[in-house]
């Protein structure tokens, strides 16, 4: 079936440090992925996407990269700061008249001051 | 704008139990999505509607559980009888064109 396989489980990082954070999925029908960042007691929310025509997509800090002959994806952080600890989660969609969006089992970050 | 709001925020209820999840999406999203989160695993997905039609259910679990959208507008999912598996934080989520998705805040259902 449909899965999306995301790594690490657990990251920690100092303060100013990247962060990266890999995906794989294997719906090759999948054309948009999204990551969404939950913080603690907070819902999730979107905070890059990209589909399956660009191949990379920056905003400011975070990068994503994506690469459909090996159907992976990754989300780069740079410069990072403590507000970017939380969970975050790697997605993949085919959209085929609607958008079953199968996400990954969410990477935990921890940013040390 | 308001955002997308769940209610109850918990439930605790007993093995066999009924439990009803409201889910009031972002006014004009006719997107909507119900997701189940259990601890430290993937959001997995149950089910999509457009407006009040189900667009793709085959996440659902099994016959337990019971989605509804009746207007178009807020959602039900019904858990009936409920089971211990079925403990998690249900997230629903809504969205104009199916793209970015706005979640809400999740209810968390606990069955003992």
């Known amino acids: 079936g449909e899965n999306v396989e995301q790594h690490p489980s657990t990251l920690s990082v100092q303060e100013g440090d990247s962060a990266v954070i890999k995906c794989t999925y294997s719906?090759?029908?999948?054309?948009?992925f999204p990551w969404y960042k939950q913080e603690l007691g907070k819902r999730p929310q979107l905070i890059i996407d990209?589909?399956?025509?660009?191949g990379e997509k920056k905003d400011q800090r975070i990068a994503v990269t994506l690469n459909k002959t090996a159907k992976h994806f990754s989300l780069h952080i740079t410069e990072t700061q403590p507000e970017d600890s939380a969970v975050y989660f790697c997605?993949?969609?085919?959209?085929?008249?609607?958008?079953?969006?199968?996400f990954g089992a969410g990477t935990r970050l921890f940013v040390k001051a | 704008e308001a955002g997308v709001t769940q209610f109850p925020s918990h439930s605790v209820i007993e093995k066999g139990q009924t439990v009803t999840l409201r889910c009031d999406p972002i006014?004009?999203?006719?997107?909507l999505y119900w997701y189940r989160r259990v601890m430290g695993k993937e959001i997995k997905f149950l089910l999509h509607?457009?407006?009040?039609?189900?667009?793709?259910e085959s996440g659902m679990p099994n016959n337990r559980f019971l989605a509804e959208r009746t207007g178009g507008t807020y959602s039900t999912l019904k858990v009936q009888p409920a089971e211990l598996e079925d403990s998690g934080v249900y997230f629903c989520?809504?969205?104009?064109?199916?793209?970015?998705?706005?979640f809400g805040p999740g209810t968390r259902l606990t069955v003992l």
């Open positions: 997605a993949a969609s085919p959209y085929t008249g609607g958008f079953k969006t199968i």
């Open positions: 719906d090759s029908a999948s054309n948009y």
């Open positions: 006014s004009g999203h006719d997107n």
């Open positions: 990209i589909r399956s025509n660009v």
């Open positions: 509607f457009v407006k009040e039609s189900k667009q793709d």
């Open positions: 989520a809504s969205s104009p064109t199916g793209y970015e998705q706005f």
